[in-house]
């Protein structure tokens, strides 16, 4: 079982910055990929980053450039930094583990947080 606790999420204004923190607790040896997604009001939900065990991020078209994702492995913190912030990146931000692998080895399926809203304001 894991639980995942976001943070960061609130208002800002168009052009402002946000920050988004997620934590993953539980019986966890390591999570291969923990990310971003986005759920806008009316649509689906997108993805925003991912970032693996290794350092090596992804980001979707539309967050490119502007958003930086980061983890501590040891901490299994998920960070995603969010500026240029524009009206379309209002949203409902949920944070994801997979690839999740427990102290006893076995896999784990993926989870995701509740999520937290972020609203840009012109």
């Known amino acids: 079982q894991v639980q995942l606790a976001e943070s960061g999420g609130g208002m800002a204004q168009a052009g402002g910055s946000l920050r988004l923190s997620c934590t993953a607790s539980g019986s966890i040896f390591m999570i291969s990929v923990m990310g971003w997604y986005r759920q806008p009001p009316g649509k689906q939900r997108e993805l925003v980053a991912i970032?693996?065990?290794?350092?090596?991020?992804e980001y979707g078209d539309s967050v490119s450039g502007r958003f930086t994702i980061s983890r501590a492995n040891a901490e299994n913190t998920v960070n995603l930094e969010m500026r240029s912030l524009k009206l379309e990146d209002t949203a409902v931000y949920y944070c994801?583990?997979?690839?999740?692998?427990?102290?006893?080895?076995?896999?784990?399926?993926?989870?995701w947080g509740q999520g937290t809203q972020v609203t840009v304001s012109s």
């Open positions: 970032i693996r065990a290794d350092g090596s991020a």
């Open positions: 994801n583990a997979d690839g999740i692998i427990y102290s006893d080895y076995s896999e784990g399926l993926p989870y």
